[in-house]
């Protein structure tokens, strides 16, 4: 990503913190971008735990940063990073305190992992910290699949004709130029034949106008991804009701390995992130996630 400069991890030593990890890394190397570490003890309880044990609540917190920094150390030990990073260890509410870091430090792009189903009673695939930070982050937020070691080969990148989407084709071509990606645009879209029986009931069986309609807008797709022809690249609708299920279904069905989209958009796309629905979509996200935000 040629304009991101500076990278934070925000890391909970899971594997899907480790996956992030080495995809940040491969951008420090290809592109010179600047990578940050960061790791908040959360404080929730910590007064009672400090009760007791009998000591300050300086004195416990202290010790839990101390035992953070040693396991830091263990698990880039592990991962096999011989680097040396920016590392932050704090204390605090972990969203408040990722958050301000990204705003106080100029961060470009905050990386996470997702929690794969490694952890027993694990809801879903992003995690829970995770979903809010997607939510609330104020720059970009590259979303790591735990088995996204490598290059992503194939990049989905999901329009909706709004502001934003200009934002998510411009991230998507720059992705893929680097990673030398298949990129696939994708339009879902819930056919007009199919909610309003009651204005047009013939056109459900009318299969020429379906065909032209289809047509059009997959011309209108082409014309507003347009793309270099040097980026192997292809279009795809999506007939689906549900925006979010329609490219969650449509990644896992091409073994996509990243998924590009925005956060808000005048269709169902913003979706994404509000509702029993998205929260559906976001448990079985099937890939590793770039969340394009508004642009100012």
Known sequence: MKDVKKILLATDFSSGATAALKQGIRMCERDGTQLELLHVVDSHGMVDLADALHQSVEETTRHFEEDAGTQLNQWLKNAGVEQSFPVSIVSGQPLDRILNHIR????????????GQEHEGAKDAVGVMANKLIRVSPVRVLAVNPKQTEDFSHVVACVDFSKNSREVVRQAILVAELEKSHLSFIHVFNPPWHRLHYRAP?????????KRFE????????DFASIPESIEHDYHLVDASNCGYGIAEFARSRGADLIV????GKSNLHYMFAGSTAERVLRELPCSALVVKPVA
């Open 215 to 222: 047509t059009a807008l997959t011309q209108k797709l082409t």
């Open 104 to 115: 106080e430090n100029e961060i470009d792009l905050l990386l996470l992992g997702l929690t």
């Open 261 to 264: 989209m925005g956060t808000k």
């Open 202 to 210: 013939a056109t459900g069986s009318d299969v020429a106008f379906q």
